[in-house]
Structure formats: C-alpha cells, structure tokens
C-alpha cells in the first residue's frame, strides 16, 4: 500500500526522563516493517542544560493566555540550533542508521524545509505587566516543503525532522516542534500523528497521572485541562485535525512499545469527524 494517508509522523518529546533506546528500536522495527514514517523530534530539556552550562540560563516567555515558549535571542537559537539540529538529530540519526534504518537528519532550515513567520511583536505578562518583545527569534511553521520529504520516503529513506525552521527572507528561528510536527503531518496528508512525551497524555490533574483524558471528545474540557507545554501539544493537535490528518494521540514515549500503544488509541485521542451532508 503507498496511498499518502499510510504515511505516518511521530513526534517524540525532549522533555526530561525521555529513554530514547526503546523508542528507537521500535520505531526501526516499523520501518523494516515497510511503513512509511517521519520522525519529529525536540530537544527541550537538553537546551536548558547546555544553556545553564554555557552560562546562559534559559528564559521563558508566557502570554497572556498562558502558553509558555523559550524567550529566543541570537545566543539562545545558537544553543538551541547546537542541540536539536546538532547532538540531537545526529544521535537520534546514528542510532537508527546502526537499527538499519537509512535515516536523513535535516532541520526546518534545509532546503526550505519549514517556512516559519518570525513574531515580530510578542505580548507577555512580566510581574504580572503586559509587555511587548520585539527582538525574538521565534515564530511558528506555516509552509512545510512536502515535496522533498515525499522524494525522501519515495526512495525509501526516513527523515528525521528538528527545529529550526526559516523565514522566506533567510532568518533561522525557534518553533514549536509539535505544532511544526502538526504541519508536516497535514502538508503530507497524514493519516496519524503520534505526539509522545513525558507524560502518559493529557490529564485532568497534571500531578496526577491516573487522570488521563482518554478521548478528546470535549475541547473545552482538554484545553482546559492542558496548562504550560501541555498547550502546545493541544494546539498542535487541534491544528493537525483542521488540517487534515485522520487522528492524533498524545501520549507517552517511554515504556515498552509505545508507538504501538499510542496507535492503539493510549493516550488522548482526538479525531476528525466526518461530517456526512444531508444525512
Ligand atoms: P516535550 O518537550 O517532551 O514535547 P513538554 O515538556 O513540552 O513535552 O510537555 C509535556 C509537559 O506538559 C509535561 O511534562 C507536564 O509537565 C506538562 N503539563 C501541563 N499540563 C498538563 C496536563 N494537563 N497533562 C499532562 N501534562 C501536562
């Protein structure tokens, strides 16, 4: 079967406690398998790491409505561009190329890959005063270049995907990896996009991991629910139905089979509903 809805896009987290091996080995398992999958990755955590070692603590930004994003100077994206397109991706691409999987690591900013729109004015809540950011590098994904990654598949190779993307006047910036993953799933007319992390999907109570809200059947209720990163996964998972693709799952990265886990529908599912007309 090569219909573009087999294609599948799994985004794994880079939040803390994440055992990569695991995931890896399965995912190569399914690539051997003969599905067509491309792999999304962040790098959250190791960036704050790096960037506490080289001195550079890192910073966040919320907005009003809550949603937290790194604040992005030009030191911040060349640590963050160091880590996700760097060890990263290349350790992730190393580990599958030694699975067998012929493995290609790009970032949003080769060849175009991602168009991203920087924010050229950023509203966010300073001890608790609105103000406005007008130097950061950050923005999100609004064109994904589906066409290479459609040669890429069609010869057999796996892309391995990572932030930065490129605004179309040549300037790199940090977006959100799961909101860019939502893109590249809708651009390639996906059929499932995995959102794994973490945590075991969205929860009721964020402290407690028995809450889990299985099935998304009631936005209010997981937006709600949903508080800092946790946001952005939402987001990106509303979008990603909008655009498209057949159904989302957020769920968890670690333990045994987890890409197998989340395609069964553990974790919070959200799914396109087909409006039938007239009936
Ligand atoms: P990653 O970087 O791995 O993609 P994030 O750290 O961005 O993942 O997002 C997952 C985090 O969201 C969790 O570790 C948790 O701290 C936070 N979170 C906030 N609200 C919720 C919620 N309702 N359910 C689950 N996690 C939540």
Redesign the pocket.
């Known amino acids: 079967m090569n219909t573009a809805s087999s294609i599948t896009v799994i985004?794994i987290?880079?939040?803390e406690g994440?055992d990569l091996a695991p995931i890896l080995e399965e995912f190569a398992q399914r690539i051997a398998g003969g599905e067509r999958i491309v792999l999304v990755h962040?790098g959250?955590?190791e960036t704050n790491v790096l960037s506490e070692r080289l001195g550079c603590p890192p910073r966040t930004i919320t907005s009003p409505g809550g949603q937290v994003s790194r604040r992005t100077d030009r030191q911040t994206l060349d640590i963050f561009t160091m880590v996700y397109a760097g060890r990263i991706n290349k350790r992730v691409v190393e580990d599958l190329r030694r699975l067998g999987v012929d493995a290609v690591g790009l970032s949003g900013v080769d060849g175009g890959l991602w168009t991203g729109e920087r924010k050229t004015a950023i509203r966010a809540v300073e001890n608790g005063r609105t103000v406005v950011i007008r130097d950061d590098l950050s923005g999100k994904v609004v064109d994904v270049d589906a066409s290479l990654l459609h040669l890429l598949l069609g010869a057999g190779r796996t892309p391995v995907l990572t932030p930065p993307a490129i605004t179309r006047d040549g300037v790199a910036i940090n977006v959100d990896?799961?909101r860019a993953a939502a893109m590249t799933a809708s651009a390639l007319g996906a059929g499932t996009l995995l959102?794994l992390?973490?945590?075991p999907?969205?929860?009721?109570?964020?402290a407690d991991p028995a809450s889990l809200i299985g099935r998304a059947s009631d936005p209010e209720l997981v937006r709600a629910?949903?508080?800092?990163?946790?946001?952005?996964?939402v987001l990106a998972a509303e979008e990603a139905i909008a655009g498209g693709v057949g159904r989302v799952v957020i769920g968890s990265?670690n333990g045994a089979g987890a890409i197998g886990r989340a395609l069964s529908g553990e974790g919070t599912v959200f799914e396109r509903i087909t409006e039938r007309v007239g009936a």
């Not at 629910?225 to 996964?233: I, L, Q, S, V």
Request: glycine share 20%.
């Open positions: 985004k987290g880079g939040g994440i962040g959250s955590h990896a799961d959102l992390s973490n945590v999907g969205v929860l009721a109570d964020p629910a949903a508080k800092g990163r946790m946001k952005n996964k990265a």
